[in-house]
């Protein structure tokens, strides 16, 4: 293996010249991180779907009597050391660190806040229903796909999955991820959850959605850097 690439952080090469950046940079992809964690709260709370890596993680933190974020972050980590072995530390950073500590904790406080706020049974209502439904599945496709296109490292979840997309080069990225993330419903489905709409459309569309946002953000807000 390639020592060199145990060398830098993901995107610590690109930022090192300009502070000022990298620390604009951190701050976008923590709120992007706290983002997709509130979304995933409400999302929760319409029980009609979540991203395919919450949908299995709750299934499995069920069934072993865990709290989300304990789970996630326990898992988090095994996977984080198997991207390590396998790619170095090219794919890990500041936004690595974020999305694999802050998610899952940042779900269970939204639930917990939401269990204080509102009334048993809410976000179930029939207007609450679908519109906390779609404000939380866009919030978290744009949040997701802004995270992954920050330029700061990948969740170990999401570096697993670089890893797969690159052994398959021939496939485009958002098929390979498709097939990547129905594999993660597979599991929780295996693990007693039953899929909702929501989980098949992000299967199917945060692919695609992260290479769109990821085209808007080189084209517009990397471009500076790239000079």
Do not use: H
């Not at 898992?75 to 660190?97: F, K, Q, R, Y």
């Not at 597979?186 to 039953?194: K, N, S």
């Amino acid at each position: 293996m390639d020592k060199s690439k145990f060398k830098t952080w993901a995107g610590l090469d690109r930022f090192r010249k300009n502070k000022k950046e990298f620390a604009a940079n951190v701050v976008m992809v923590v709120c992007a991180v706290l983002c997709m964690g509130i979304s995933l709260g409400f999302l929760l709370e319409t029980d009609l779907g979540t991203d395919p890596y919450t949908f299995m993680n709750v299934s499995i933190a069920g069934k072993i009597g865990w709290t989300l974020g304990n789970w996630q972050l326990t898992l988090n980590a095994v996977m984080l050391i198997i991207v390590i072995l396998v790619t170095g530390i090219g794919l890990i950073g500041p936004g690595s660190v974020a999305n694999m500590v802050l998610v899952g904790y940042t779900v269970d406080f939204t639930r917990w806040v939401i269990g204080k706020v509102f009334s048993e049974g809410f976000f179930m209502g029939p207007v609450a229903r679908p519109v906390t439904f779609t404000l939380g599945l866009v919030g978290f496709l744009i949040s997701a796909a802004v995270y992954m296109n920050s330029r700061l490292g990948l969740s170990p979840y999401d570096g697993l999955g670089k890893i797969i997309c690159d052994a398959f080069k021939k496939i485009p990225f958002f098929i390979t991820r498709i097939a990547f993330d129905s594999c993660a419903v597979i599991i929780g489905f295996i693990f007693g959850a039953r899929p909702r709409i929501g989980t098949i459309l992000m299967a199917v569309f945060l692919g695609p959605a992260i290479t769109t946002v990821g085209s808007f953000m080189d084209r517009y807000i990397f471009k500076k850097s790239e000079k």
